[in-house]
């Protein structure tokens, strides 16, 4: 999957300097959680078998069933997360395991 100019262009289309990208609101942080809560989604979706709200008969008695916080300590500062939960709590995310509460992010500011 590429990532279309027209994206970057929406992403950065209030950018004035580095603490708008790197800030402790910047697009860096916003984007991983951003990230990181769809790929938990997509997780999740994958693991019972249709999308949440999805009408028709489902293949299994699980289902989604609410989200809780989790704050992620990172190189970006502390990070509060939505994890999606399940109703058999069978769930366990990938991209952040359970009981995990230290993330490195792939960008670092400059110095």
Same mark, same amino acid.
């Given at each position: 999957?590429? /990532? ?13 300097? %580095?603490?708008? !990208?790197?800030? %402790? ?10 990230? /990181? =809560? ?5 997780? $999740?979706?994958?693991? /019972? ?5 999805? $009408? ?16 992620? *300590? +990172?190189?970006?500062? +502390?990070?509060?997360? =939505?994890?999606? *939960?399940? *109703?058999?709590?069978? !769930?366990?995310?990938?991209?952040? %395991? ?9 960008? !670092?500011?400059?110095?």
């Amino acid at each position: 999957m590429a /990532i279309t100019k027209e994206i970057i262009d929406e992403l950065l289309k209030d950018y004035k300097g %580095p603490d708008d !990208f790197y800030g %402790p609101e910047g697009l860096v942080k916003q984007l991983s959680k951003a990230l /990181i =809560e769809r790929a938990m989604q997509s997780e $999740l979706t994958e693991q /019972i078998g249709y999308e949440k709200n999805e $009408l028709g008969e489902k293949t299994t008695d699980n289902r989604h069933n609410g989200k809780s916080m989790k704050t992620l *300590r +990172t190189d970006q500062g +502390t990070m509060e997360i =939505e994890v999606l *939960r399940d *109703r058999n709590g069978d !769930f366990e995310p990938q991209i952040i %395991p359970k009981h995990k509460k230290k993330y490195i992010m792939l960008i !670092f500011p400059q110095n």
